[in-house]
């Protein structure tokens, strides 16, 4: 393979991208609500907000045959790899990954995320270039309106950020937040950015959060998120019943460590339709930021 390049000299020597028909080895969560993923990228989509996204391409003789293209998350600590395009060249996946991760690290990326399909052979060569892996996700779907939601839920108020991630630190595994954010900026970083019509519902009060439910009606099938606290089975329940009196099709994406929210969806009908990986790659921070570094960072 010739050495990848960024995007910023490919536009320099105008070269052509010609990857239509490739299949996108990366799935954004938006690709999840729709089931259609996204290959092909125009050069325009690679100028557009150039400053939230990093492209790489490998090339030869004018001609483009691979692609790696990373979006900032919600803030510049996470970015997320959307586009893994490699045709008939997948051992140059790492290289191209690689030169993503450079660009994204020098607009401030301490976390670079990567879903895949589970068992995808791209897990291997994207270890290649330093990605490992964090937690496995099921999507699941089925029919709403068949269920009587009587939790009374109520929408996030802007002012419960930090609520949201206490509810977070308290639902998701040590281990698994070590990879994804420890502090809050990192995880308020890390989280998607809100697409069209979201909605926020949560469960608490005083502060301390019990559940969240959150879903993406702009989504078709509209794609449904659930957070709560270890041990609260009845409380899943509810939720779940509520979001499932919502009419029309509906997919949930499920981390493997919320097994409540996993089994209270089988009982109710929902098949898994899929399954996935999601990869994270932890970089150095810059200098100015040494004391999260020594403990926050590893060396890429």
């Not at 070590?178 to 308020?188: A, E, K, T, Y």
């Amino acid at each position: 393979m010739t050495q990848p390049r960024l995007v910023g000299n490919l536009l320099k020597w105008g070269g052509v991208l010609a990857l239509s028909g490739s299949p996108n080895l990366a799935i954004a969560k938006a690709h999840l609500g729709t089931g259609r993923v996204a290959s092909r990228m125009t050069l325009g989509e690679m100028l557009y907000l150039r400053q939230s996204r990093v492209t790489a391409v490998g090339s030869r003789r004018l001609h483009v045959h691979s692609l790696a293209s990373a979006r900032m998350r919600r803030g510049p600590r996470a970015w997320e790899v959307d586009r893994l395009l490699l045709g008939s060249t997948a051992g140059e996946a790492a290289q191209l990954l690689d030169a993503v991760s450079l660009d994204a690290w020098g607009r401030g990326a301490e976390r670079l995320y990567l879903r895949v399909r589970y068992g995808s052979s791209i897990v291997s060569l994207a270890r290649l270039a330093g990605f490992f892996p964090c937690f496995e996700e099921s999507l699941l779907q089925g029919e709403g309106g068949r269920a009587t939601g009587s939790l009374d839920m109520r929408a996030r108020q802007p002012h419960e950020e930090f609520a949201m991630f206490q509810l977070y630190s308290a639902a998701t595994p040590t281990a698994t937040r070590s990879m994804i954010g420890m502090s809050f900026d990192q995880w308020r970083d890390a989280r998607d950015p809100a697409s069209s019509g979201q909605a926020d519902e949560v469960y608490g009060h005083q502060g301390i959060l019990r559940a969240s439910l959150q879903w993406h009606p702009s989504l078709k099938p509209a794609l449904m998120e659930m957070m709560a606290r270890p041990g609260d089975h009845d409380l899943v329940k509810h939720v779940v019943d509520r979001a499932r009196a919502r009419p029309g099709p509906q997919r949930w994406l499920v981390p493997e460590y919320q097994n409540d929210v996993y089994r209270a969806l089988l009982s109710r009908g929902l098949r898994e339709i899929g399954r996935y990986q999601l990869l994270v790659k932890t970089m150095v921070v810059k200098a100015v930021e040494r004391a999260v570094a020594t403990t926050e960072a590893t060396v890429w």
